[in-house]
C-alpha cells in the first residue's frame, strides 16, 4: 500500500506538469471539502456527547491542522482498493480563516454567557457554542478567550456587589439576598464552564498557573463580595445571630445556614472569617450560661442541660457547621459548662446522688466527666471520701452495733452496684471503693472483726430460716469480703471459734454444708494455720459420735437394769481447739452422776493416760414435763435442768435454797432463773413478780403452763453471751497478741543480733498482722528486756542487742 501511494504520486507530478496549476488547486480544493466535511460531522458528535466521548478519539483528531487536512488514514476510516487509489499533494499555502472571525465567534459566546448572567433565553444552541469555543482553541486564540471571560465575568461579579451595601436592609433579608447571589453565581458558572470545557480542559491544563473557570468564579466572587469588609462582616454576624437564635430555642432555616456555611468553606474564608469569631461568641454564651445555672439548677438538672447542650452542638456540626469545627467547638463546651465547674458539682450534688442511689443521674455524671481533663480522677477521689465519711458513721457509732454488719453488706452492694453500673466497671473506682472500705472499717478497733463473727453466727443457727442455701452461700461470700478489709482478724477468729463450739455443742447449727462452706472460705483467705483449730472442733464432734455408739452399746451389755433410762450422749473435746472454759462445780443428781462415773470408766479404759475434765456450763437436755394443760417436751441447759428438777420434790423453793441445793454460780443462777420465770415461756412463777432475781425471791412451778408447740425451746439463754464472756474472749485475744508480739521481737533480735529502735519498730509492723500502737511495742520491748531476752546498747541506749 505504501508503494502504491508513492507511485500515485509520481503520476500525479507528472500530469501536472502536462495540466497546469488550475488542475491541482481544483483537486486540492475538492480533497480538502472532503476532510472539512469529516471535521465537522466530529465536531457535531463531540457537542452532543460532551463529556461522554471517547478521549482517544478526541486526541486523535485534535492533530487536524487549521486547514482541515489530516494525514492519518486510518483514523478516517479510509482503505486503498485495487479499483481506486488516493493521491496526496501538498499544499502551497494554507486558507486563511474570515478576517472577523474571531469578533463574531465571540459576540456570540459573549451573548450566551450574558444571557446567563441575566437569566435570559439563550438564542444559540450548546452545541453550537461548544463548537465555537473548540474552534477558537484550535485557532490558537484561547488565551484571548479566556481573558475575555474573566473580563465578562469580573464585570458581573463586581455589579452584584451595590445591593448588599444598604445599611438598612434586615439582617435576615440580607443573608437570604446573599444567599440567593451565591446560588445564582454556582449555577452561572456550571453552565458557563459547561459552554467553555474544552478551554478548562485544554488550555487550563497546559497552564498551571491559570485558576480553571470555576475557581475564577469561586475568586471573582471572594473578591468583590465576601473579601469587601462590610460584607463579610454582615454576613459573619448575621450567621452567628441565626445560631444564637437557635441556641435560645427558636427555630432557624438551617438550609440556609448550611448554604452559607458552605460558601464560606468553598472560598476558602471559612476559618478566617467566621470560625474564630464562632467560638469566641460561643465561649462567651456558656461561661455566661454555666455561672448562672450553677447557682439556678440542682447537680441532676444542670447534668441534663450539659447533655442536651452538648447534643445540639454535634447536631449543629452535623447538619450545617463544617466538621473540622467539632473538636474546637465541643472542648469550648465542655470546658466553660463542666472544667470551671468540676469541683463545684461534686461539692454540690455528689453526696446526695450517691445517697439516693441515682443510676441514671450518677451515669450522666461519669459520662460527662468522662469527656474533660482530670474529671475522672475528682469523681474517683469524690466517691472515695464519700464513702469513707458515709462508713465511718456506721462503724463509729454504738448505738448501730447490732445492725452495723447489714449496714455494711447493704453499703458495699449499693457501692459496688454503682461502680458497676454507673462508671462503666472502671478499675480506678473499684480500687478506690475498698480502699476506702478498708480504711474505715478499721477506724474502731476489733468491734467489727467481733460484730463480723456474731453475724455470721447468726446466720448460721438452725433457727435461722430466712434464707435459702444458695442466699445464705451468697451472704457468706458478701461477710468474706468485709473480712478481708478487717486488720484485727484474730478478734474474728476467737468470736468466731467460741460462737461455732457453742453452736456444735449445743446442736444448733443450721447445716454442717453451711459451716464447712464457710471453713473452706476462710482458709482459702487465711490459709490454713487460721483455721487448723477449727477444722479439729469438727474432728472432735465425728470422732465423738462413734464415741458415743460405742457407749451405748456398753451399756446395752452391762448396765442396762441398774441404771434409769436416761439418754446420755457426751462430746469429747481436745483442749488445744476449743475455747477455754472455767471449770465450775455443781451438784448433780445421783442418776446423772453414776452414768458419770460409767462413761470415764469407759472411755478411759479405750484410751489410758488421758485425763477427762467435765463442764457442766456447756450440757443441756430434753425434759418431760407435765403440765395441768397438756405434757410437754422442756429443751433446756444443764443449769436449767438442775433448778427444774428441784419441783419434783417441792412445790415453792427459795433462792437461797436452790444456790445452795446446785452449787450454781451467783450470776449464772439469776439469768438461769430469769429464763425460766420471766422470759416469754414461763415454767415458774416468780414470788414477786419482776425482772430482776433477788436474793429473797421464791419460785414456784407454773401447773397452769401452756404453749402451742409440744417441745419448747427454753436453753435459748445458753447461745447468748454474757458481758464477762465478751471480755474473757478480748482478754484471750489481747494475751495471744503479746505472745505474738514477744515472739516476733525474739525472732528479728536473733536474726540481726544489734539493731536501733525505729528499725525494729518497723520490722514488727511488717511481720505483725494485726493493728499495734507504738506505744505498746515499746512495752513489749521493755518487757523482754526486763527479762534478759535483749539489752540496750551502753554506748548507744536507742540500740539494742540480742541476749543469746
Known amino acids: 500500500m505504501f508503494r502504491n501511494s508513492n507511485q500515485a504520486r509520481g503520476k500525479g507530478k507528472a500530469k501536472a506538469k502536462g495540466k497546469g496549476k488550475s488542475q491541482f488547486k481544483s483537486s486540492t480544493k475538492r480533497k480538502q471539502g472532503h476532510y472539512t466535511s469529516n471535521q465537522e460531522k ?214 440556609l445556614l448550611k448554604s452559607l456555611l458552605r460558601m464560606l468553606t468553598d472560598l476558602q474564608i471559612y476559618e478566617q472569617a467566621f470560625e474564630q469569631k464562632f467560638l469566641q461568641s460561643t465561649e462567651r454564651l456558656y461561661a455566661a450560661e454555666g455561672q448562672r445555672l450553677m447557682q439556678e439548677l440542682e447537680v441532676p438538672d444542670y447534668l441534663a442541660h450539659v447533655d442536651k447542650r452538648i447534643h445540639e452542638e454535634n447536631e449543629r456540626v452535623l447538619h450545617y457547621l463544617d466538621t473540622g469545627t467539632k473538636y474546637q467547638l465541643i472542648h469550648t463546651v465542655e470546658k466553660q459548662l463542666l472544667s470551671e465547674h468540676v469541683t463545684n458539682l461534686l461539692q454540690k450534688g455528689l453526696n446526695g446522688l450517691l445517697e439516693e442511689k441515682r443510676i441514671p443521674d450518677l451515669t450522666l455524671l461519669y459520662q460527662l466527666f468522662n469527656r474533660v481533663k482530670n474529671g475522672l480522677a475528682e469523681l474517683c477521689l469524690s466517691f472515695n471520701a464519700f464513702i469513707k465519711k458515709r462508713g465511718r458513721t456506721i462503724v463509729i457509732d454504738p448505738e448501730k452495733d447490732k445492725t452495723m454488719v447489714q449496714e455494711l453488706l447493704d453499703f458495699k452492694d449499693a457501692m459496688d452496684n454503682i461502680v458497676i453500673s454507673c462508671f462503666n466497671r472502671n478499675e480506678k473506682f473499684g480500687n478506690s471503693l475498698k480502699e476506702a472500705f478498708e480504711h474505715f472499717v478499721n477506724q474502731r478497733t476489733n468491734k467489727p472483726a467481733e460484730l463480723i463473727a456474731k453475724f455470721v453466727d447468726l446466720k448460721l443457727r438452725k433457727g435461722n430460716k430466712e434464707t435459702t442455701e444458695e442466699e445464705l452461700e451468697r451472704l457468706l461470700d458478701k461477710i468474706m469480703v468485709l473480712f478481708r478489709f478487717i486488720h484485727g482478724k484474730d478478734v474474728f477468729e476467737a468470736f468466731y471459734k467460741k460462737d461455732l463450739a457453742k453452736r456444735l455443742l449445743v446442736g444448733k447449727s443450721a447445716s454442717v454444708d453451711a459451716e464447712k462452706s464457710m471453713l473452706s472460705k476462710l482458709k482459702q483467705e487465711c490459709g490454713g494455720g487460721f483455721t487448723s483449730k477449727l477444722e479439729g472442733m469438727f474432728k472432735d464432734m465425728e470422732l465423738s459420735k462413734d464415741i458415743n455408739v460405742a457407749f451405748k452399746q456398753h451399756l446395752n451389755t452391762q448396765h442396762t437394769r441398774s441404771l434409769s433410762p436416761i439418754d446420755m450422749t457426751v462430746n469429747i473435746l481436745t483442749m488445744g481447739y476449743w475455747p477455754t472454759y472455767v471449770p465450775m462445780d455443781v451438784t448433780l443428781p445421783d442418776n446423772m452422776v453414776k452414768f458419770h462415773d460409767i462413761f470415764k470408766e469407759f472411755y478411759l479404759s479405750k484410751h489410758s493416760g488421758r485425763k477427762l475434765q467435765w463442764q457442766p456450763t456447756l450440757g443441756h437436755c430434753v425434759l418431760k414435763a407435765r403440765f395441768k394443760t397438756a405434757p410437754k417436751e422442756l429443751a433446756v441447759s444443764l443449769f436449767q435442768t438442775l433448778v427444774i428438777l428441784l419441783f419434783n420434790k417441792y412445790d415453792e423453793v427459795s433462792y437461797e435454797y436452790i444456790k445452795e441445793a446446785t452449787n450454781i454460780e451467783d450470776s449464772e443462777l439469776r439469768r438461769t432463773l430469769q429464763s425460766l420465770a420471766c422470759g416469754k415461756a414461763r415454767v415458774l412463777n416468780k414470788i414477786p413478780k419482776g425482772r430482776e432475781i433477788e436474793d429473797n425471791d421464791k419460785f414456784r412451778f407454773n401447773n397452769e403452763f401452756s404453749h402451742n408447740l409440744f417441745r419448747i425451746k427454753i436453753n435459748q439463754i445458753q447461745m447468748k453471751e454474757t458481758t464477762e464472756e465478751q471480755k474473757a474472749t478480748e482478754e484471750r485475744v489481747f494475751q495471744d497478741r503479746q505472745y505474738q508480739i514477744d515472739a516476733a521481737i525474739v525472732r528479728v533480735m536473733k536474726m540481726r543480733k544489734t539493731l536501733s529502735h525505729n528499725l525494729l519498730i518497723s520490722e514488727l509492723y511488717l511481720q505483725l498482722k494485726f493493728p499495734v500502737k507504738p506505744a505498746d511495742l515499746k512495752k513489749r520491748i521493755e518487757s523482754l528486756i526486763d527479762r534478759d531476752y535483749m539489752e540496750r546498747d551502753k554506748d548507744n541506749p536507742n540500740q539494742y542487742n540480742y541476749v543469746a
Request: net charge positive; hydrophobic share 40%; with cysteine.
Open 42 to 255: 466530529f465536531f457535531s458528535f463531540l457537542n452532543m456527547t460532551d463529556n461522554s466521548v471517547d478521549r482517544t478519539r478526541r486526541a486523535n483528531f485534535s492533530n487536524v491542522p487549521a486547514n482541515g487536512i489530516n494525514r492519518n488514514l486510518n483514523i478516517l476510516n479510509i482503505k486503498p482498493t485495487t479499483a481506486k487509489k488516493i493521491v496526496i499533494k501538498n499544499l502551497k499555502s494554507e486558507p486563511k480563516l474570515p478576517e472577523d472571525y474571531r469578533e463574531q465567534t465571540w459576540d456570540k459566546l459573549k451573548s450566551a454567557v450574558l444571557a446567563i448572567q441575566k437569566s435570559m433565553p439563550n438564542q444559540y444552541s450548546l452545541e453550537e457554542l461548544y463548537q465555537a469555543v473548540e474552534n477558537m482553541c484550535n485557532h490558537k486564540m484561547a488565551q484571548t478567550l479566556y481573558s475575555r471571560l474573566h473580563s465578562l465575568t469580573e464585570s458581573h461579579v463586581s455589579r452584584n456587589i451595590e445591593q448588599f451595601l444598604a445599611e438598612s436592609m434586615d439582617r435576615f433579608l440580607f443573608l437570604k439576598k446573599m444567599n440567593e447571589t451565591w446560588l445564582a453565581h454556582c449555577n452561572q458558572m456550571i453552565m458557563i464552564r459547561s459552554i467553555f470545557l474544552y478551554l478548562d480542559r485544554t488550555y487550563v491544563l497546559q497552564n498551571p498557573n491559570i485558576s480553571s473557570i470555576w475557581d475564577m468564579g469561586l475568586e471573582l466572587f471572594s473578591k468583590y463580595i465576601l473579601l469587601n469588609t462590610l460584607v463579610q462582616t454582615r454576613v459573619v454576624e448575621g450567621l452567628l445571630m441565626l445560631i444564637e437564635k437557635e441556641r435560645q430555642g427558636d427555630n432557624v432555616d438551617r438550609t
